[in-house]
């Protein structure tokens, strides 16, 4: 089974999802960070260039090149790059450096200090990392500023040993620079723990007066007179702020998760499908629509998940094939068996399954056989680019296939064009979910689209091609 992810560079830098401010805070870290060390390289390679230490000279050249390179990214918004070749090649830099910077009985070695600078700001930047990044990389940082802190290990040489009026210059330069950006990146972090809180409240408060909406999106088949037929809609969850106005999810969803709000929240997005779903019921039109509601997979972990989900179907008195549950591959990381048993009681209580996201990160086909599921949604990371690349071409068809070898109900998401509608339409895909049909609705505007059905739109011109002799991955 291909898959597809992005790469580990071309992601942003994961912050505080609900502020821009965070992430504007980082890029003026770096580009303050890569500046001070493009003028200490160029600084002090200038000096030992006049004194002819060649061997200086090259080590503040190499600092000079690291912190060019990390601007060049900064600007450039690859964030994630430049953080990351700061972080490692300053490292291996500052280390060489301390090695040369050997403390005397007048002036003490200072080099260290900017390990300490590395290792504060790496646990700022890389705080939503895997553990290498979050943890061992600023303990590494930590452990050699240590070491060389507490002794005079370093170059015997007097050649390459940096003169004694640099060298108490450079005490000062040192810590100067180290105590200022230090000082940066706890200001940072006071500033995103401020906005944690607030936000945290904020949702809080957003649970208790109401302030949470659901759009609807709908999701379309051909009816066979060239028309669209509203088959469904997926609730997307919206935070209407009294102060900054529509929120989508993405800049609020990580953090409900980190602080456990998810599954108040998800509890209220599953009763509010139900009582709408409830109200389609009574009305001809509206009575054989599904609803699709995102599950997280924090919240189906809960151990009273299923009871609840049970409860509140049967509360509303809805039919339950109508609510259709859509789970992430995140999901399937962890105690499978667990996973499974939840999801073969939900589907035996009538309840519609769907995976989405399969092929964007655990995929298996072997996950695939076991979990009981009605519906698989192609990913829209495969429809964005299916005109033009040939792998995701050959996901799109296996995926075709595979759901109509299990029997499984398709249907792809983040459809934008006509050429994709009817690439997706040639090769066996039924239903289509995006914004060349619709973006996601208030309720009195979607129930306006399902009385007047979109026609289903019609490619123009030739439907561009892959580029030949790009390999496919299969």
Known sequence: MPVRRPTFFSRPLPGLDAS???????????????????????????????????VLLAMDAALASVGMAALACTLTNR????AL????????????ICYFDVPDVGVPRSAHMHLLTLAAASFLLFRRENTYLRVVLPLICFAVALFYAGSDFGVTNPDYIPPPEAREISV?????????TIAMVLVIMQADVTARNAIEDDMRTALAQGHFTLHYQPQVREDGHGHGQVIGAEALLRWDHPQRGMILPGKFISLAEETGLIVPIGDWVLRKACTQLAEWAGHPRTAALTLSVNVSASQFRQPDFVPQVLDIVQRSGIDPSRLKLELTESLLVKDMDEVVRK???????????SLDDFGTGYSSLNYLKRLPIDQL???QSFVRDLLNDPNDMAIVRTLVSLGQSLNLMLIAEGVETAEQLAWLR???????????????????????LVAT??????????RPRPAAGKPVVV
């Open 20 to 54: 821009d401010k965070h992430r504007r805070r980082v890029t003026l870290l770096l580009l303050f960070g890569s500046s001070i060390v493009i003028a200490l390289g160029l600084g002090w390679g200038t000096y030992y260039l006049l004194k002819a230490k060649w």
């Open 79 to 82: 964030t994630r790059l430049a």
């Open 85 to 96: 070749l700061s972080a490692h090649a300053l490292l291996v830099v500052i280390s060489l």
């Open 172 to 180: 000062w330069i040192n810590n100067a620079s180290c105590f200022f």
């Open 343 to 353: 999801m073969a009681e939900l589907r035996a209580r009538g309840l519609a399954l």
């Open 377 to 379: 949604k192609i990913d």
């Open 426 to 448: 040639e090769n066996g895909c039924p239903a289509y979910q995006g914004f060349l049909f619709s973006k996601p609705l208030p309720i009195d505007l979607f129930e306006k």
């Open 453 to 462: 059905p979109p026609t289903m739109p019609v490619a123009q011109g030739p």
